[in-house]
C-alpha cells in the first residue's frame, strides 16, 4: 500500500547510528536558544515543537497503522481541555495534569478505536472525522464547564520552583516544549523499531498473512491508536499550559489539514519526515506572515504542488535526489544526461 | 398533530437537501473510489456564483442552470487538477484526501479574497408563505421539496436508461473491464466530478436563499452529507437517498424533542452504532458499483 522504500523495517539501520545522529540533532536544537534570544522566535520555534509532537504521533497511526484516524486532533484537543478542566476544577498540579490528559487522550483513543476495530479506508476516515466532530460539539454544548464557544482562559500555567516562567523570554518553555519532543521521538522510534511495530506493519502491508501469523489485528489497532495519543495529549495539555487558555479551535479542519499536510509532506512511515515537515512549515508559514490572507491560499497551492510532484512526500524527494546524485556520480563517465534527471521510483 | 407536521415539513425539506448534497458525493466515491473533501466549498462556490450572476442583472431562471454548468466545469477542472494525476497511485484514498481538503482551504479563502466576508443572501425560489394540512412553510423551501424529486429521478434515470450512465455505473462496478471494452475512463472520471459538482451548486442555490451565505457555509452541509453517506452506504444511489430523508426526518425530531444542541452529538452516536453493526451502510451490499 505504502512505498516499500520509506518504511524503516526494523534492523535497517543500526539503532547505535540512529541514536547518534538523534543525539546529534537534538544537541543542535538545545543550543537554539543561545543564538535565538528574542521571545518571538522562541515562540515559532515552541510552537514547532509542539506541531512536531502531534504530526510524529499521527505518522505512528496513519502512516505504519495505516489506520486513516482523522480524529487525531481531537486527540490533541481532548489534551488541551482535560488539562485546562484538571488544574481548574480537581486543582491538580499541573505537572501531575500534564501527565494526567495524556492519560485521558489515551482513553479516549481506546473509545475511538473500539467502532473502527471491523471498519476498512474510507470508513475509519469518516468515524474518525465524526468523533472529532461529536467532541467538539460536547465541548460546546457543555459551556458551564468548558466555556463553550468563549473558551477557557487563565489556565494554570507550568511552573519550576525558583524560576520564573513568564520573564525568561521564553527560555523555560522552550526546554520543557523540546523535552516532550525528545521523549516522543525516542518512544515512538523504539516503538516503531519493536517486534510490536513489526506487527503493526505486517498488519499493514499485508493484513492476511499477518493474521494467519497470529497478529492479532485488534488489539494491534488499540495499541497503535493508544499509544499515538499518550505524546499527542500531553502536547495538547502542554499547549493548553503554554498559551493559558482553550478553545474549539483545536478541532476545527484547518489545524487538521495543516497538520495533516506535515505528516504527508514529511513522508509517511519515518517518523523523522513528519517532524522536519513541521520545522518547515511552521517556519515558512512564518516567513509569509506579510502576505496575511493569501497565506493559507499558497499553503494550500504548495500543499497540492508536492503531493502532485512527490506523493510519498518530502522524504521521497530526498530519496530521489539522493539517489540522481548518486548515479550522477556514477555516470560522469559516459555522458547520458537523461540517466541523471530526477524521477519518482514508480 | 400540529408538532407532527412541523417535524414533517422541516425533516423534508431537510431531507432534500441532504439528498442533493450527499448523492453528488455518493457518486465520485462509486466511480472513482475517492472522497471529495471540496464538495462543500463546491456548494459555496456555486452559490456565490449564483449571487454573482443576479449582481450582473441576469434573470434567476438563468442564472440558476448557468451557475450549475459553470460549476459543473469547474468540477471537471478540480478533478483534472488534483484527482486524476493521482489516479493509480497506491495511496490515492489519502493523498486525495489530502490534495481535496488543501483545494478547499484554497477555495475557500479564495471567496473570502474575492467576495469579502459579509454575508449574503440569493433571491428566493419562491417569494411568501402558504399554508399546507395547517403548516406554515414558505414557498421557497416547498420548491425546494418539490423539485429535489425530479432532481433525483432525473440522475436515476441518466445513470440507468442512458448509454452514458451506463458506462458510469460500468467504470464504479470494473474499472479494468470498462477499460477493455473502450470506454473512455478519464472521461467519464470527469464527467462524474462534474454532474458531482453541479449537484452541490445545486444544493448552495438552495441553501442559499434560506440561509445567508459566507465562505464557511459548506462545512457544515459537508458534514451532514459525510453522515448520510455512511448511514446509507456509499455503493449505490438510492441508498444515500434513503438516508438523506431518513437524517432529515431524524434531525428534526431530535432538534424538536432534545434541543439542537443534541441533535450533532446523537446523530454521531447513530452513527457509530450503525457502523459498528453494519459497516457497508443501512441500505447497501458489500460490493462497489452504481445500482
Not at chain 1, 30 to 45: A, E, K, Q, W
Not at chain 1, 132 to 161: N, W
Request: charged letters at 10%.
Amino acid at each position: 500500500m505504502f512505498n516499500r522504500e520509506n518504511t524503516a523495517s526494523p534492523g535497517r539501520v543500526r539503532w547505535q547510528d540512529e541514536a547518534a545522529l538523534m543525539l546529534l540533532g537534538f544537541a543542535v536544537l538545545v543550543v537554539l536558544p543561545f543564538v535565538v534570544s528574542d521571545s518571538y522566535s522562541r515562540h515559532i520555534l515552541i510552537m514547532a515543537f509542539i506541531y512536531a509532537i502531534v504530526a510524529s504521533n499521527w505518522d505512528l497511526s496513519l502512516g505504519y497503522g495505516g489506520v486513516f484516524n482523522f480524529g487525531h486532533l481531537a486527540l490533541f484537543g481532548i489534551g488541551v481541555y482535560a488539562y485546562g478542566l484538571l488544574t481548574k476544577f480537581l486543582e491538580l498540579d499541573p505537572w501531575l495534569a500534564l501527565a494526567a490528559s495524556g492519560v485521558v487522550s489515551t482513553l479516549a483513543a481506546i473509545l475511538v478505536t473500539l467502532p473502527i476495530l471491523r471498519l476498512k479506508g474510507i470508513y475509519i476516515i469518516l468515524v474518525t472525522f465524526g468523533f472529532a466532530q461529536l467532541v467538539m460539539q460536547l465541548v460546546l454544548s457543555q459551556s458551564d464547564i468548558t466555556g463553550g464557544t468563549q473558551g477557557m482562559v487563565r489556565i494554570e500555567s507550568l511552573y519550576i520552583p525558583g524560576h520564573n516562567l513568564i520573564r525568561d523570554q521564553k527560555f523555560g518553555y522552550f526546554y520543557i516544549a523540546l523535552g516532550i519532543l525528545a521523549l516522543s521521538t525516542i518512544f515512538l522510534r523504539v516503538l516503531v523499531r519493536s517486534k510490536i511495530g513489526a506487527s503493526i506493519i505486517a498488519l499493514r502491508d499485508n493484513e492476511e498473512y499477518a493474521v494467519s501469523r497470529g497478529i492479532s489485528l485488534a488489539r494491534q489497532r488499540v495499541i497503535t491508536l493508544a499509544a499515538s495519543a499518550f505524546f499527542t495529549g500531553v502536547a495538547g495539555a502542554f499547549y493548553a499550559a503554554y498559551q493559558r487558555n482553550a478553545s474549539v479551535d483545536v478541532f476545527g479542519m484547518s489545524l487538521s489539514t495543516i497538520i495533516l499536510s506535515m505528516v504527508l509532506l514529511g513522508g509517511t512511515s519515518t517518523i523523522y519526515g513528519a517532524i522536519v515537515a513541521s520545522f518547515v512549515l511552521t517556519i515558512f508559514s512564518e516567513s509569509m506572515a506579510d502576505f496575511g490572507a493569501w497565506r493559507p491560499i499558497i499553503t494550500a497551492v504548495l500543499i497540492i504542488a508536492v503531493m502532485l510532484v512527490y506523493p510519498s512526500g518530502l522524504s521521497g524527494a530526498a530519496q530521489t535526489i539522493f539517489r540522481s546524485l548518486g548515479r550522477l556520480r556514477a555516470n560522469e563517465t559516459d555522458n547520458r544526461p537523461d540517466a541523471t534527471e530526477p524521477r519518482t521510483s514508480r | 398533530m400540529d408538532a407532527a407536521a412541523q417535524i414533517f415539513a422541516g425533516g423534508l425539506f431537510q431531507g432534500s437537501l441532504y439528498a442533493v448534497m450527499a448523492v453528488g458525493l455518493a457518486l465520485i466515491w462509486t466511480t472513482i473510489g475517492v472522497f471529495n473533501f471540496a464538495h462543500g466549498v463546491l456548494m459555496m462556490l456555486g452559490a456565490y456564483v449564483a449571487w454573482q450572476l443576479t449582481e450582473f442583472g441576469l434573470p434567476f431562471f438563468a442564472v440558476l442552470p448557468l451557475s450549475v454548468l459553470l460549476m459543473a466545469g469547474f468540477g471537471w477542472a478540480l478533478q483534472a487538477t488534483v484527482v486524476r494525476p493521482l489516479i493509480g497511485r497506491p495511496n490515492i484514498v489519502l493523498v486525495v484526501v489530502i490534495t481535496t481538503l488543501a483545494a478547499a482551504s484554497l477555495v475557500e479563502n479564495g471567496a473570502l479574497q474575492i467576495w469579502g466576508p459579509r454575508s449574503k443572501q440569493l433571491p428566493a425560489l419562491g417569494d411568501g408563505n402558504t399554508m399546507i394540512f395547517g403548516v406554515g412553510i414558505s414557498l421557497h423551501q416547498l420548491t425546494i421539496i418539490l423539485i429535489t424529486p425530479f432532481v433525483l429521478l432525473g440522475l436515476w434515470l441518466f445513470l440507468h436508461k442512458t448509454r452514458l450512465g451506463l458506462a458510469l455505473r460500468a467504470v464504479a462496478q470494473n474499472e479494468d473491464a470498462s477499460l477493455l471494452v473502450g470506454l473512455n475512463v478519464r472521461a467519464l472520471y470527469g464527467l462524474a466530478f462534474a454532474i458531482s459538482a453541479g449537484l452541490a451548486a445545486l444544493a448552495g442555490i438552495f441553501l442559499g436563499g434560506y440561509r445567508f451565505m459566507s465562505p464557511v457555509m459548506g462545512a457544515d452541509p459537508l458534514l451532514k452529507a459525510l453522515i448520510v453517506v455512511v448511514f446509507g452506504g456509499l455503493s449505490s444511489i438510492t441508498g444515500p437517498i434513503f438516508a438523506a430523508y431518513l437524517i432529515g426526518f431524524f434531525e428534526a425530531i431530535c432538534s424538536y424533542y432534545f434541543g439542537l444542541y443534541w441533535t450533532p452529538a446523537l446523530l454521531f452516536a447513530v452513527l457509530i452504532v450503525t457502523l459498528m453493526i453494519r459497516p457497508q451502510g443501512m441500505f447497501s451490499s458489500k460490493t462497489r458499483g452504481l445500482a
